[in-house]
């Protein structure tokens, strides 16, 4: 990739592995910069359903490719996991975030917190209840989970609540 345009002005072939895992890595960058912690799905939800920034990157990129970029980035020291419970919730929830520089390195460890939070809520209203029946369905929680990671809100997820009132 030595002297070719980033990103290149035609879609790359889906089996040139190389050129998509620099994409991932590139977009992960991206997404951390400007959200300094996420989870793995929300990394997914954000960058695999719709193009994260088409200044960054034009195309979508398939889960695997940020699977190999986050680990890559990793083994780099690009990126580092946090794993910590929640209150609620007892199994260890992994966020991801730059290392902590000078500076914002308190407002990493507050989005992390709260991207944790946030996904051990919505967990449980999955997991509640018996039968592994929750406050709303499973089918359900998984689409509003996705939509609401998607698109960084709460207004699905508050509407739904409101109209099952």
Known sequence: MAGERFPPSSRPAPGDAEVWDEAAKTVILSMLDSHYAMTASEMEARSSDRVWNAMVWPWVINPHHL?????????????????????????????????????????????????????????????????????????????ILHDATLHSNLDAITLYLSWRR
């Open 67 to 143: 699977t190999n970029a986050r680990n890559a980035l990793a083994a780099a020291g690009g990126i580092e996991s946090t794993s910590a419970p929640t209150r609620s919730h007892p199994d260890p929830i992994i966020t991801w975030s730059r290392p902590p520089t000078h500076g914002i390195q308190r407002l990493i460890l507050d989005t992390a917190a709260r991207k944790r939070l946030l996904t051990a809520r919505h967990a449980g209203w999955g997991k509640r209840g018996g039968a592994g029946r929750g406050l709303i369905g499973r089918a359900d929680i998984d689409a």
